[in-house]
């Protein structure tokens, strides 16, 4: 079955915290994306990974293809970075599988 | 280079109306998707095209949503009638022919049916 499951649901954190969104998959997959959607509900791509780690700005993502789990990392944080961050995979084939998203708010 | 273009932005509709949703991909991409997104839930894909051609519909609800992709470049979405549950916000995204892992995603149409 292709899962995708997001950790935690919700998550709260002053603004500086160093903070961490999961992403966890059940079978092999061709690439991961992560997402971030605003309020008024466009979506932004984040990162696009098959292995390893990418940085951009304060934004990491890491992704261990054997324990089928990738994790985004946000350094410094900042309210701005209050948004709806949603991991997607990619099985074999050409279609999508989203997590249901993780809903950060950055407090000042 | 332009974005995926979306319009409307917002609608608001009562129950059993026809609502019709636009999209206009980025120039030169073959894949187009219409993705369903649930308050709460992740996107669900509706209907993926490649160039004017159907590639999956397999979660469209297709005794009232339809969708058409005539020349192979803008999209119409379309609900008839619409139910309560129909309330989501409806993303359009597009790829480039030959890498189909990248996804650009449109401002989307926020749908609330009354």
């Known amino acids: 079955k292709n899962e995708v499951e997001q950790s935690p649901q919700n998550l709260t954190a002053q603004e500086g915290e160093f903070i961490t969104i999961n992403c966890s998959y059940s079978v092999g997959i061709s690439a991961l994306h992560w997402l971030q959607q605003h309020p008024g509900g466009g979506i932004v791509s984040l990162f696009m990974?098959?292995?390893g780690k990418k940085k951009h700005g304060r934004l990491i993502a890491t992704i261990n293809i054997q324990e089928k789990h990738s994790s985004l990392h946000i350094t410094a944080s900042h309210p701005r970075d209050s948004a709806v961050y949603i991991c997607a995979v990619r099985y074999t084939g050409n279609q999508f599988y989203f997590g249901t998203g993780t809903s950060l708010t950055v407090i000042p | 280079e332009a974005g995926v273009a979306q319009s409307p932005r917002y609608k608001i509709i009562e129950k059993r109306q026809s609502v019709a949703f636009w999209c206009n991909p980025i120039s030169g991409h073959a894949t187009l998707y219409w993705y369903q997104q649930i308050l709460g839930q992740g996107p669900k894909l509706l209907i993926q095209?490649?160039?004017?051609?159907?590639?999956?519909d397999s979660q469209l609800p297709k005794d009232r949503f339809s969708a058409e992709r005539l020349k192979g470049v803008d999209s119409t979405l379309k609900i008839q009638p619409a139910k309560l549950e129909d309330s989501a916000v409806y993303l359009c995204?597009?790829?480039?022919?030959?890498?189909?892992?990248?996804?650009?995603f449109g401002p989307g149409t926020r749908l609330t049916v009354t």
């Open positions: 990974l098959s292995s």
């Open positions: 995204a597009s790829s480039p022919t030959g890498s189909p892992t990248e996804q650009y």
């Open positions: 095209f490649q160039n004017n051609g159907v590639v999956d």
